[in-house]
């Protein structure tokens, strides 16, 4: 990781605009579509993780994409 990236991750809110990129100023911009939602779902029932069917849940997760 460079300095300036450190730097950067180190200066953003631990929200969903920061981690969207941050950029309040464009309306929208941190709205996470229902599909990306529906397919993360899907995979985390994949791993039996989820309120349904006696799935179990979890306290912390980390998203480690990148689009």
Do not use: C
């Amino acid at each position: 990781m460079t300095s300036s990236t450190k730097r950067y991750w180190e200066s953003v809110n631990a929200d969903i605009d920061g981690m969207l990129g941050g950029i309040p100023s464009i309306t929208g911009f941190s709205h996470v579509s229902k599909v990306d939602f529906q397919g993360s779902r899907a995979f985390l029932a994949k791993l039996g993780i989820g309120k349904k069917n006696g799935r179990r849940t979890v306290e912390n997760a980390l998203e480690g994409g990148a689009g």
